[in-house]
């Protein structure tokens, strides 16, 4: 059952239902992506379960990844549901509190910065950092996309209004 209601609102600067059908296969893509690196991580962990549950790079690589699960959940299941109704010409509310766009940018901020974590993690052999060292870096860095991505947001919202 698609999450995203295609086409059922189509006003200026909203998403058309091509859009929406686009986001949709790419949230089916990520989340088999995910569930693929899950099996996968699931196999090469076991044979070494000892070790790497001692390795700081391992454990952070496991939370980030576990960010990285959550923030889609939501992205799928919460934001992304109500972006179909998404207009940059009105205020539409996630919550009371905080703008649909401004989740959209936070949770795409997050998911880039983690995607990459993961990436780079994976990329290096060794690493001296310890794992509060390295879990540090990465919410430094989120915050600071987190920053950036809503300073985007309100510039492009500026641009379009």
Sequence with gaps: TSTVNAGEWNG????????????????RVIFIGIFLAFISGVFLFLPKMEVLLETPKFLVKCVIFVIVVVNGFVLHHIILPKLIHFSFFKDVFLTKQIHLRHAGFISGAI?????????LLGSFKNIPFSFWQMMGTYFVIVSGAIVVSLLLEKFITKQVR
């Design 12 to 27: 200026v600067g909203e998403i058309e239902k091509k859009e929406a059908e686009v986001i949709e296969t790419m949230a």
């Design 111 to 119: 998911s880039i910065v983690s995607w990459y974590s993961v990436f």
